[in-house]
């Protein structure tokens, strides 16, 4: 069964600071994988997502990494803002079909004014 | 714009009692799944579809139902709600066909069991 673990659950930095969120995974049989973002009370929002033969996938100051054989997943974040304070999840598709997708339990960002 | 709608947002109910909640997406997509969010667990898939009359169970079915008769629609049921499935109820769509399987997320519902 495929665990999905996300380190730190809760991080506070100023703003302007670059960042890395994390993500490790146990089964390196992965479809692909997904770093979502999801403000209190609202739905999940996908950021990137990241096919199995590829390395990295970027989005303006988002820049996610997969390292499959490590069975770790990296989000960076350029230049931290207020606006960017939010749970971020990261999810791992074992399959083409969506069937058995694994979430973490997210890490709590906060960026400080 | 097409969008993924949850009702209600909000839901208090007895224990014992017969709770729907609906999910209506716009996207035409054929995948549609329902997942429950828990703190320390992250979202678990209850149930899915993958197209009209399609329903199959997720990791944590028990005590679920859903239907499909249409393409826009997946309704959650529980039967007989327990004091265990208070939790936030997420449903989200994704298009076959579509090489990334990148799923979009409704709003979802807070459902609390008395």
């Known amino acids: 069964k495929q665990e999905v673990t996300q380190i730190p659950a809760a991080l506070s930095v100023p703003e302007g600071e670059n960042l890395v969120l994390n993500c490790s995974f146990t089964?390196?049989?992965?479809?692909?994988l997904q770093w979502f973002r999801q403000d209190p009370g609202k739905g999940l929002t996908s950021l990137l997502l990241?096919?199995?033969?590829?390395r990295e996938q970027t989005s303006g100051r988002l820049n996610a990494s997969l390292d499959k054989s490590s069975g770790r997943s990296t989000l960076y974040i350029a230049a931290s803002q207020p606006g960017d304070s939010a749970t971020y999840l990261c999810?791992?598709?074992?399959?083409?079909?969506?069937?058995?997708?694994?979430f973490g339990a997210g890490t709590r960002l906060t960026v400080k004014p | 714009d097409a969008e993924i709608t949850q009702s209600p947002r909000h839901k208090i109910t007895e224990t014992g009692r017969q709770v729907t909640l609906a999910c209506h997406q716009t996207?035409?997509?054929?995948?549609m799944f329902w997942y429950r969010q828990d703190l320390g667990h992250g979202l678990r898939l209850i149930h899915y579809?993958?197209?009209?009359?399609?329903?199959n169970k997720g990791e944590v079915s028990d005590g679920y139902s859903v239907s499909r008769s249409n393409t826009e629609d997946l309704p959650l049921t529980l039967e007989s709600a327990a004091s265990s499935q208070t939790s936030v109820y997420f449903c989200?769509?994704?298009?076959?066909?579509?090489?990334?399987?990148?799923?979009?997320f409704g709003p979802g519902t807070r459902l609390t069991v008395t």
């Open positions: 989200a769509s994704s298009a076959p066909g579509d090489y990334s399987y990148e799923q979009y």
């Open positions: 089964d390196s049989a992965i479809y692909n």
């Open positions: 990241i096919q199995s033969s590829q």
């Open positions: 999810a791992v598709n074992s399959n083409y079909n969506n069937n058995d997708m694994r």
């Open positions: 996207w035409n997509h054929n995948n």
């Open positions: 579809s993958y197209g009209v009359q399609d329903t």
